[in-house]
Structure formats: C-alpha cells, structure tokens
C-alpha cells in the first residue's frame, strides 16, 4: 500500500500567489496570519515556505516561525546556505566515504542534507567506498603475505 503525503491540502500556488507570499514574508509577516491573508491552511503556507527556502527565494527567520507552526519541524526556519571551500568539499567526500552519515556531514560544515547529498551525486562518490577499498587491500596483502 501507498500513502500521498499531504493529498488533502492544495499545493499548487499560481505566481501571483507565490509572489504576495513572498511580500508577506519580507514584511515579517506572522505565518497564521500569511495564512489567513491567502485563504489558505497553515500546512499549505508551511509546504511553500520549505519550497521557497529551497529555491533561496525567501531569508531564513529567526524565530516565530516555531511559534506559529510548532508541528512543523525547524528546518522550515530556511536551509543553512553558505558555500563549501574547495578544502571543505575534499574533507566532506573523505568523510562520506569513509561511511560517515550524509546528516552528520552536514552539521559538522553548516548546510543541509541535501546539499551534501547533491555533491555526492555530482562528484560521483560512493559511501563508505574508502572502506571497501582499504578492506580489499588489507585482503590482497594477507594473500601476499601467505
């Protein structure tokens, strides 16, 4: 069996929505009240809210946000942005593989999961591919060895 997340609610925004949205939000805006504005469920603001901060269209909030919608986890605040140094991104794929958790990675550097997840797909990595290869070499020296 299949489960659509959300199916009751009604989350297709047209531009023009997306945009008063936008204006609410750079006021400062409370989310219930954005809400009330719009003529839609808080549920619906919050799915905008996370898609808008994905795209970087709107500034992460500092507080409130929970305030307002305190079943929605605090990641809906908007993703940590910041760009990774190229030294970073070397330290980043060394610790994924070396199998450590796309999630830990990204607390450690400041960004989201998803960041980290899309470098691994640009970059090719695979998890824990460090600790395979240095399992098949332990291997092939202990056959040398014999």
Known sequence: MSHVALIEFDLLFSDEEVEAFRRFWDMGTDVKKIAKKMHRHEIEIGALI???????????????????????????????????????????????????????IAERFGVTTEHIRRLRREHGWE???????????????????M
């Open 127 to 145: 998890p824990g591919a460090r600790l395979r290869d240095d399992r098949t070499a332990l291997t092939s020296e202990a056959v040398d060895a």
């Open 50 to 104: 996370l898609d808008q901060a994905e795209l970087g269209h709107i500034e992460p909030r500092t507080e409130g946000l929970q305030e307002s919608l305190p079943y929605l986890p605090k990641l809906i605040q908007g993703p940590k942005r910041r760009r990774l140094l190229p030294t970073e991104i070397r330290l980043v794929q060394t610790m994924f593989e070396t199998g450590a958790p796309a999630r830990e």
